[in-house]
């Protein structure tokens, strides 16, 4: 299967919240000129009807909204992070809204979207709470490393599809670099140096896509604050998490989770396999 014929993957419970990240991952899908898979994990027998019923809901939402949008539904049973991890090799992109309602609903609480979006094979976008705003930029926290090199392709390409201004952002902490604070001068000559980094690493992109206009920001201070404030008005927050395959850990300390518990907006969490310079991209 290749990448374009990949699905964007919906995984839905019938709560408010996956209703709009499934309108959210049919305009993506649109965008992409993908087809949409609308997933239900039902792991208790006694509630099928329901789950196929709220399946075939969502689909015939979407499909109302976009009707030229091919929209498939599956009802799958199992434990809901195994089987979106699943799901999630043969998507393009995977998208989860972050609260149930309880009861059946309570498969796609938000440790549920924490652990899918930092195990996945490929891209996920977790949808918090309410109707995404369709103004604003794109927001991508970089840091250096290849796997937010690869936040940051994904990152350009939303911008890009969007037609929205993209924000590229670094933030550093003067801890990590001295055990003592740095003076004035020091802390200057830092922020420059990652100033010409951030240049470096956008440099390509901008190229890739014009149409995209991009501000590069270098800020001191905590990175989940820092991304969390400036994503306040974004359509989307881009990162990156550096995954290891298996289940052992959560990552909550990361800023992958950090912004996934805090950030009002869309966040996509792009993940780098262990030993990968490159997952599945844009």
Known sequence: ????????????????????????????????????????????????????????????????????????????????????????GQAQLVVLGARGHGG?????????????????????????????????????????????????????ASADRLGADLVVMQVWHEEGLLTVPLTPYDRERVEQKISNSLAQQAAALRDQYPRVRTREVVQ????????????????????????RGDFGGLFLGSVAAGVLHHAQCPVAVVRSPAGSDRSTGA
């Open 104 to 156: 059946f609903a309570n498969a796609l609480l938000g440790g549920v979207s924490t652990a899918v979006a930092t195990h996945a094979d490929c891209p996920v976008v977790v949808i918090r709470r309410g109707v995404p705003t369709t103004v604003g930029p794109v927001v991508a926290g970089v840091d250096g490393s290849p796997c937010s090199q690869e936040a940051l392709h994904f990152a350009y």
């Open 220 to 243: 001191r201070g905590h990175p989940v604050a820092a991304l969390t404030d400036a994503a306040r008005d974004a359509r989307l927050l881009v990162v990156g998490h550096r995954g």
């Open 1 to 88: 299967m290749s990448g374009t014929d990949r699905p964007v993957v919906v995984g839905v419970d019938g709560s408010d919240s996956s209703l709009h990240a499934a309108e959210w991952a049919a305009a993506e899908a649109n965008r992409r000129h993908a087809p949409l898979h609308v997933l239900i994990v039902n792991d208790d027998p006694a509630r099928s009807d329901y789950a196929e019923n709220t399946a075939r809901r969502t689909a015939a939402k979407c499909h109302a909204s976009l009707p030229q949008l091919p929209v498939t539904t599956e009802v799958a049973e199992g434990h809901p992070v195994e089987v979106l991890v699943r799901r999630s």
